[in-house]
């Protein structure tokens, strides 16, 4: 009897094209990757209406969903309209109080209302922004990663990660994070498995260890 393929849904990071999951292999004869991409998202969207648009990309039931970084907000909030097999928030958030320091004064003086122009023109700030590092010598390696530079997408994107309201971690999803995640420093506590030595783009550069242990997470 033939074995039912399991498939995975991949949501890169703020700003980031799918690319980043290309080092990301799983056993052909059971698993399916599947990738998805941003979408420019409308103005004065929620993103409660741009996960439900989201949802409209995956074309399979009972599906596994990981999102990396602003990946793994909007896939919580897709989980609220989905049946799933599994749910992994990678590189990201439990909740809104695990948001750093300086996004909680964003939220509250709304300065990043004026960020998102400068990141466009500045690849090196974006880098800095998404990935927790500037770029120096890999400025090549991150213009392949951050392709999306859309102003409205990056007004959108930084305001709904700064203003993302979960109270409490979601109870069905795994949650993966690096000790070194220099965006997100404080998401290492709690029901969560701590990579060691892994940094914001563990995706990339970690691959080894997500396609060594996602197939038995998957299965378990």
């Not at 969207?45 to 990946?71: C, P, Q, W």
């Not at 439990?94 to 300065?111: D, F, G, I, N, W």
Request: with cysteine; net charge positive; hydrophobic share 45%.
């Amino acid at each position: 009897m033939q074995q039912e393929i399991i498939h995975v849904y991949l949501m890169p990071g703020l700003a980031a094209n799918p690319i980043i999951f290309e080092h990301i292999k799983l056993p052909e004869d059971q698993f399916k990757i599947h990738w998805l991409e941003w979408m420019i998202p409308d103005k004065k969207e929620t993103l409660e209406s741009y996960a439900k648009r989201m949802i409209l990309n995956i074309e399979h039931d009972n599906v596994v969903l990981l999102g990396v970084s602003f990946g793994g907000i909007l896939v919580q909030e897709m989980s609220k309209y989905l049946v799933l097999k599994k749910l992994f928030v990678v590189s990201s958030v439990k909740s809104m109080h695990e948001l750093p320091k300086r996004m909680k004064v964003m939220k509250y003086t709304k300065a990043y209302k004026i960020l998102p122009t400068q990141l466009v023109s500045n690849i090196d700030v974006l880098a800095k922004y998404a990935f927790g590092e500037t770029i120096i010598k890999r400025i090549e390696l991150y213009k392949k990663y951050l392709s999306v530079s859309n102003k409205q997408y990056l007004d959108w994107a930084i305001e709904n990660v700064i203003e993302w309201d979960q109270e409490k971690p979601n109870k069905d999803a795994i949650y993966i994070h690096g000790d070194k995640d220099a965006v997100f420093p404080n998401s290492c506590t709690g029901d969560v498995i701590v990579i060691k030595g892994g940094s914001h783009i563990m995706v990339i550069n970690k691959y080894k260890w997500f396609n060594e242990n996602l197939p038995k997470l998957i299965l378990q």
